[in-house]
């Protein structure tokens, strides 16, 4: 084979260089870690709701099942995303960035609620909104390789 149908080792590895080049930014980790908590949360709850659905005496059996595995298998969008983020993937920063928008309508709403509730939701809340801003820092984006609008190549 030729040179040009066969590149040389060192060719490929600078095109896939691209945004995994250097440390990965701190404020990147710190995303995918609040991410894989409240990913983490939402299996804890969900097991614990399937749980007590199984082995209690809930209203209505079915409608507990059917809760806990649907927290369950919305969990899969935030450890997806905080496992994406860790690796540098571009994609990981839409699902992370859902995620944290679909947990402040849940914080208001616990915020409402009385008793334990009420904590809970401050921390959701809090953890929500410093995970915005950790998504969508500049620092973050650059070590995503996400471009602006009008900054292609």
Known sequence: MSSQQ?????????????????????????????????GTALVAGGLW?????????PDDRQQAVTLGITLVVLALLPLLAARGLLLRRAWSRGPALITQLMALPVAYNLLRADGMAVPAGIVLGLVAVVALVLLVNGETTRALGIKGPGRGE
């Open 6 to 38: 066969n590149p040389a080792p060192h060719t490929a590895e600078a095109t896939t260089a691209g945004p995994a080049a250097g440390p990965r930014p701190r404020r990147l980790t710190y995303a995918a870690v609040l991410a894989a908590l409240e």
């Open 49 to 57: 709701v399937l749980v007590l659905g199984l082995t209690g005496a």
